[in-house]
């Protein structure tokens, strides 16, 4: 199984509101990723958890907060976002650095929008 | 400021030629380089990967070149398929942590 799922796939949400994006791989993969990807740019990494525990912050707003509960699930959860936090959200696993193959798996995203 | 670029947004190529993408890179340590590709509306799927010991990788019709000396990184597809029709982004990985990715090259195969 190669597979990273994401739900929900689409989520509207207002300014006030809370909500969380949830990520889930069985590949055994011990390190996980979350990227914000807006329309016509790259994917831009936001974190990375190694072993559970968040090892890369990219300078990213507290209204994001991510949580690594076991090996196999990352949350991203969301509160008193902006409009221009809408985009596609990407969960991205691997292996460990320099434990295997540095190839990342992403799942479909979820689609963003923030009223 | 890009450290990864793909300098082509987008590239047509008729059927059964070669499509060449191109991808430069500004930092030396990066250490391990990917293609990954890309349809709308999905998350991007990895193609095909190269070290930065090696200077090819082949995987069927796809192949990777890495000039270290140049920073500069092409994937090649021969024969060219409109399936392949996608945006491609170039990825260079730093120590295996932190990933950069280009801004894509939209690929359109013409029947």
């Known amino acids: 199984d190669t597979e990273v799922t994401q739900t929900p796939k689409h989520l509207v949400m207002g300014m006030t509101n809370k909500k969380s994006l949830k990520c889930e791989q069985h590949?055994?993969?011990?390190?996980m990723y979350w990227y914000k990807q807006k329309a016509k740019k790259p994917p831009e990494l936001m974190f990375v958890?190694?072993?559970?525990?968040?090892?890369i912050n990219e300078s990213v707003p507290s209204r994001f907060s991510p949580e690594c509960p076991n090996s196999s699930l990352l949350n991203l959860h969301l509160h008193a976002l902006q409009p221009e936090d809408s985009a596609l959200y990407l969960c991205a696993s691997s292996h460990p650095p320099r434990e295997g193959t540095d190839t990342q798996y992403f799942g479909p995203g979820t689609r963003l929008t923030v009223l | 400021d890009q450290q990864v670029k793909q300098n082509s947004p987008s590239l047509s190529v008729q059927e059964g030629r070669i499509s060449i993408l191109n991808c430069d890179y500004t930092?030396?340590?990066?250490?391990?380089f990917l293609w990954y590709k890309k349809y709308p509306a999905e998350g991007p799927t990895f193609l095909i990967s190269i070290s930065s010991i090696k200077d090819k990788n082949e995987d069927g019709r796809f192949t990777v070149f890495l000039n270290k000396s140049a920073k500069h990184l092409s994937l090649h597809i021969v024969p060219s398929q409109p399936g392949d029709s996608a945006v491609y982004f170039c990825a260079a990985s730093l120590a295996g942590n932190q990933f950069y990715f280009g801004t894509g090259t939209s690929l359109t195969v013409i029947p």
């Open positions: 958890y190694s072993y559970e525990k968040l090892s």
């Open positions: 590949m055994g993969h011990r390190a």
């Open positions: 930092n030396s340590m990066f250490d391990y």
